[in-house]
């Protein structure tokens, strides 16, 4: 299958500061990207919608303006926790769809850990 | 977001037995399914993948089944391995805004050597 990279796979940050996480499709373009979180023992938790050359789509809930997503080009996208908290601290996962494939398999990265400490 | 995950329900096997693990889905617009298997600080992986004209799609060692009717999946393992131990959630992916991947509460399995 297609692969996608995450970057990096666990980062520790100072309450108040940002952090970028990167999401790349290694192998095939992506119009199409999305942000999910998980908490321990929990499910994955779709946070945004994430499309090349557009505005990401925010789920309710979730505050995009402290979650910045940018889709610049058709094999990456960034999640920015901005002003990040201890309750940020989770697991945060990104997936791609090729694109004009429609509804088929999405393909996830490894994830990043996210502590703040 | 949409998805339900407060609580993780386990099922333990021995090895050799066959698992089953069920999930309900909740939304009649959601034509495309996927179970995942997410092991401890990974991504979710790919399992098996049904679409609502189906009922049955087996693969190596794995069977999903699919009722519309009561909105319901499940993954049949076949000879349970230690390896099979993870999380497993059902994934459904509605056929309209953006093809969003909506996952499931995810059931832990433990199995047994």
């Known amino acids: 299958g297609a692969v996608v990279s995450q970057h990096p796979s666990r980062v520790i940050c100072k309450s108040g500061t940002s952090v970028k996480i990167e999401c790349r499709s290694l192998?095939?373009?992506?119009?199409?990207m999305f942000w999910y979180r998980q908490f321990p023992k929990q499910s994955l938790m779709l946070m945004a919608t994430s499309n090349e050359g557009s505005k990401a789509t925010y789920e309710q809930g979730v505050e995009k303006d402290k979650f910045l997503i940018n889709h610049a080009s058709l094999t990456l996208s960034t999640l920015t926790v901005t002003s990040a908290h201890p309750e940020d601290s989770s697991f945060y996962i990104c997936?791609?769809?090729?694109?004009?494939?429609?509804?088929?398999?999405?393909?996830f990265g490894q994830g990043t850990r996210l502590t703040v400490v | 977001g949409e998805s339900v995950g407060l609580h993780l329900p386990t099922l333990s096997v021995q090895e050799g037995d066959n698992s089953i693990i069920n999930c309900a889905y909740s939304?009649?617009?959601?034509?495309?399914f996927i179970w995942y298997k997410q092991e401890s600080g990974k991504g979710p992986q790919f399992i098996i993948d049904i679409r609502s004209n189906m009922d049955k799609r087996q693969g190596q060692r794995v069977t999903v089944l699919l009722n519309k009717t009561v909105k319901h999946l499940s993954l049949q393992i076949a000879a349970t391995q230690p390896g099979d131990s993870a999380v497993y959630f059902c994934?459904?992916?509605?056929?309209?805004?953006?093809?969003?991947?909506?996952f499931g509460a995810g059931t832990r399995l433990f199995v047994k050597a």
């Open positions: 997936s791609a769809r090729g694109a004009g494939t429609g509804n088929t398999e999405a393909f």
């Open positions: 994934a459904e992916t509605p056929n309209t805004g953006g093809f969003k991947t909506i």
């Open positions: 192998d095939f373009q992506a119009t199409t």
């Open positions: 939304n009649s617009a959601s034509d495309y």
